[in-house]
Every structure is written in structure tokens, then in C-alpha cells.
């Protein structure tokens, strides 16, 4: 398996509570992606990260913000977090046009 | 953005038959086509992709089509077997962003 993991495994927080979840890597690749999957929806781009310092929204990126300051981490921050964000969270790393791995993924569930 | 629609959302077939999954995406920049198998409680992992440069790629049961011209892409499983069964995604990448379909769950009854 790829170097890729994923912290923590599995969360319960309440509502309006902030949470970060931590994406590490030990490839040096270059890209990394936020990815929630949800029954019937598939696996959906939060953000995602193309350098140090450099990222992007993807399609269902309200609610959440994201940092990277070194090549080896993604943080994923959830601000103030809402029911509707209960889901599991993948993290996901790519070298340049080649296949994405996956980490072990995140449960999250916000009550 | 891109927009990728996965067809169908569940598949049952018996042991030994075919299985045909279907995509279709919308940005005709996309360039890189993966399939992503992902069995109950586990981490999508790659099976087989194809690039925009390549109509048809094979691996042992498994083979990739694609067509530019429709925006189309399809996963052929010959020989099913039950160990087969999972959740099957597709995705179109275009350089940075990867985008994926909304799965299929394939059942094989043995």
C-alpha cells in the first residue's frame, strides 16, 4: 500500500464544534484530495491541493477549508460542524497523471 | 467542472456471466479514465484505467473502452466470479482534479 494515513480513524463531535482531520503521506506526491462519500452519491471532491500552499475547491467544498504547509500533510477543517457532514472522509494521493491512492479513510459523525 | 454519471447504480448477475458498467463525462479536456473496485469497509483501489490516447485496454477478465467522440467509457468483467461483488467507481481526470461517478454495486450470486 501506498504511504497514506489517515487521523483520526473514526470521530463523534456535536454540532457547531470545529474538527480538523489530518492527511499524511510519505510518497513526496505532489497532489492530495479531500474525497466524502455518502450512500448514492459516490465518492465527491471537497478540495484538493497541486503544491505546498497551493489549493482548490472542488464541487462540495462549503463548510469546509483546508491547509497545506508541508508536502506530506492535508489538513481538512470543518469549521463549525453540521449533521449534514456526517459521512466518511478518504484522502486521497496522486503523482502527476498517474493512479490516486487512497488512505484508510475517516468516519465522522457529528450529533 | 466535470460532470461524470455512472450507470447502472446496482448490477446482479450470476456467476460466469458478463458485467458491463457504464460512464459518461463531461469535459472533453479529461485525459486519464481510472476504475476503482471497493469491497465493504475498505479503501478504493485502482483495477484497471486508460488514457484518452488508447480505445481499449485489457487485463486478464477485465478490460477498459473509451470513447472521445461520445465522452464515454465503459468496465467490461468477463467470467464473473463472487469475489467480484463490491462497488465499483468510475472518474475522469483532467491533469489536477479527479472526479468520480456515484458508483455501481455488483453483485455476483454464485
Known amino acids: 500500500d501506498a504511504g497514506i494515513t489517515q487521523s483520526p480513524r473514526h470521530k463523534v463531535t456535536e454540532t457547531g464544534t470545529p474538527v480538523t482531520l489530518r492527511c499524511h503521506q510519505t510518497e513526496n506526491h505532489r497532489y492530495m484530495y479531500w474525497y466524502r462519500q455518502d450512500p448514492g452519491h459516490g465518492l465527491r471532491l471537497i478540495h484538493y491541493s497541486y503544491g505546498v500552499k497551493d489549493t482548490d475547491k472542488g464541487e462540495v467544498s462549503d463548510g469546509y477549508s483546508v491547509s497545506r504547509s508541508k508536502t506530506e500533510d492535508f489538513l481538512l477543517t470543518l469549521e463549525s460542524a453540521t449533521s449534514s457532514q456526517t459521512s466518511v472522509y478518504f484522502c486521497?494521493?496522486?503523482?502527476?497523471?498517474?493512479?490516486?491512492?487512497f488512505g484508510q479513510g475517516t468516519r465522522l459523525t457529528v450529533v | 467542472g466535470e460532470n461524470v454519471e455512472q450507470h447502472p447504480s446496482t448490477l446482479s448477475v450470476q456467476e460466469g456471466d458478463s458485467a458491463v458498467i457504464k460512464c459518461t463525462y463531461s469535459d472533453s479536456a479529461s485525459n486519464y479514465f481510472p476504475w476503482y473496485k471497493q469491497e465493504l469497509g475498505k479503501r478504493p483501489q485502482l483495477i484497471i484505467d486508460?488514457?484518452?490516447?488508447?480505445g481499449e485496454k485489457k487485463d486478464q477478465r477485465i478490460a477498459v473502452t473509451l470513447n472521445k467522440t461520445a465522452k464515454h467509457f465503459s468496465l467490461h468483467i468477463t467470467e464473473t466470479q463472487p469475489e467480484d461483488s463490491a462497488v465499483y467507481f468510475c472518474?475522469?481526470?483532467?491533469?489536477?482534479?479527479?472526479?468520480f461517478g456515484s458508483g455501481t454495486k455488483l453483485n455476483v450470486k454464485p
Open positions: 486508460i488514457r484518452s490516447n488508447v
Open positions: 472518474a475522469a481526470s483532467n491533469f489536477n482534479k479527479f472526479y
Open positions: 486521497a494521493i496522486r503523482d502527476r497523471e498517474s493512479e490516486a491512492f
